[in-house]
């Protein structure tokens, strides 16, 4: 292993930033709309991961393909575009370590299944878009995660080597990415996890349960950091 990352690289949702109180407030307010009842945050925190179809099926128990099912999708996204970084913010600990990242001249990017339409306000808004070398949405790629194309594109634009480089996602497509792209893998625990999921079985070579985790991780795994 090189004395230091070539990269780290992040999933966005759920893993650099904590978007799901937008998506709360967001569906609420679709539900509203229609005349139905609220859904709790801890209800809705488990779908974000699989995008706005999930929390909009979740939402109104429906199905894609049913009645009334792609009109609400295309609501929901509507009332997002308007709604993209009210209350999201980096997760705990995560600021710190992007500038750690900074002071060690390592340079880090996104690599996300979030649209670039969503993704760009998201990251300008949190002013995070001057210090990512690299964003790649699926907007970018032909196939998106876990097909590894997304990785590959983040690495080139970087201008660095995937097997040297480290990639955090909080779903097991990220993993899967990951690890098809020969990068070190991280599992982040404390995001969007599924109900009856266990990172566990991801097949990460690390996992994090919060991401001050990912300072002492990294400090622990290459020598110039230390």
């Given at each position: 292993?090189?004395?230091?990352?070539?990269?780290?690289?992040?999933?966005?949702?759920?893993?650099?930033?904590?978007?799901?109180?937008?998506?709360?407030?967001?569906?609420?307010?679709?539900?509203?709309?229609?005349?139905?009842?609220?859904?709790?945050?801890?209800?809705?925190?488990?779908?974000?991961?699989?995008?706005a179809r999930a929390m909009v099926g979740a939402a109104f128990?429906?199905?894609?393909?049913?009645?009334?099912?792609?009109?609400?999708?295309?609501?929901?996204?509507?009332?997002?575009?308007?709604?993209?970084?009210?209350?999201?913010?980096?997760?705990?600990?995560?600021?710190?370590?992007?500038?750690?990242?900074?002071?060690?001249?390592?340079?880090?990017?996104?690599?996300?299944?979030?649209?670039?339409?969503?993704?760009?306000?998201?990251?300008?808004?949190?002013?995070?878009?001057?210090?990512?070398?690299?964003?790649?949405?699926?907007?970018?790629?032909?196939?998106?995660?876990?097909?590894?194309?997304?990785?590959?594109?983040?690495?080139?634009?970087?201008?660095?080597?995937?097997?040297?480089?480290?990639?955090?996602?909080?779903?097991?497509?990220?993993?899967?990415?990951?690890?098809?792209?020969?990068?070190?893998?991280?599992?982040?625990?404390?995001?969007?996890?599924?109900?009856?999921?266990?990172?566990?079985?991801?097949?990460?070579?690390?996992?994090?349960?919060?991401?001050?985790?990912?300072?002492?991780?990294?400090?622990?795994?290459?020598?110039?950091?230390?």
């Amino acid at each position: 292993m090189s004395d230091k990352p070539a990269s780290v690289l992040f999933d966005l949702d759920g893993t650099l930033i904590d978007t799901a109180p937008d998506f709360h407030w967001v569906v609420n307010t679709l539900l509203k709309e229609e005349g139905r009842d609220k859904i709790s945050y801890e209800y809705l925190r488990g779908c974000v991961s699989h995008g706005a179809r999930a929390m909009v099926g979740a939402a109104f128990n429906l199905k894609e393909g049913e009645a009334d099912f792609d009109r609400l999708h295309q609501r929901m996204l509507s009332i997002y575009l308007e709604h993209l970084d009210v209350d999201s913010q980096l997760f705990f600990g995560m600021a710190e370590f992007l500038n750690w990242l900074e002071e060690h001249d390592i340079p880090w990017g996104v690599v996300t299944n979030k649209p670039e339409l969503y993704t760009t306000p998201v990251m300008q808004g949190l002013q995070l878009s001057d210090s990512a070398k690299s964003v790649i949405c699926p907007d970018h790629v032909k196939d998106k995660k876990p097909n590894p194309e997304a990785l590959f594109l983040a690495c080139k634009e970087i201008d660095c080597d995937p097997e040297s480089s480290i990639y955090v996602g909080d779903h097991i497509r990220d993993i899967e990415a990951g690890n098809r792209a020969g990068m070190l893998t991280i599992a982040a625990e404390y995001g969007y996890i599924d109900e009856g999921d266990d990172p566990k079985n991801w097949q990460a070579d690390h996992q994090i349960s919060s991401a001050t985790e990912l300072k002492p991780l990294l400090q622990s795994l290459y020598t110039a950091l230390r």
